[in-house]
């Protein structure tokens, strides 16, 4: 989605580790949220995801619940970045039950100003 190099090292040997979970999850969150400020001129104003909670018993539902978080930004992301064509083309891949509830999830991040708020209505003269 981003095809921006990073600095960041991303562990690709975690092995159960927690520590090294709670690490890549939080290197995640931090360039989802860089990338929607830089690239997409939005601000994350819901609840970022807990990635201690995460981290730590993934399996959980509270885990769950914070887990539907990232993958909502992530798609937010993927439907609004340079390749979006070819990310919706794979969603319209989908049987049509799948398609309605990635489209809805879609407009949590892309309509709802309680979960993302788009920076350039700050530039509207009306708004400021």
Not at 33 to 41: R, S
Not at 52 to 80: F, Y
Not at 92 to 108: M, N, P, R, S, Y
């Amino acid at each position: 989605i981003d095809p921006r190099p990073t600095n960041q090292r991303i562990n690709k040997h975690v092995n159960n580790d927690v520590n090294l979970r709670i690490q890549n999850l939080t290197i995640l969150v931090r360039n989802i949220k860089t990338y929607y400020q830089e690239v997409l001129q939005q601000l994350i104003v819901m609840n970022l995801p807990n990635v201690l909670m995460i981290g730590r018993d993934p399996l959980s539902g509270k885990s769950m619940e914070e887990i539907k978080k990232v993958l909502l930004l992530v798609l937010g992301c993927a439907v609004q970045c340079e390749r979006k064509e070819e990310f919706i083309e794979r969603i319209k891949q989908l049987d049509i039950e799948t398609q309605a509830g990635i489209v809805a999830h879609i407009q949590e991040v892309t309509h709802n100003q309680e979960n993302v708020f788009d920076l350039q209505w700050l530039e509207l003269p009306d708004v400021a």
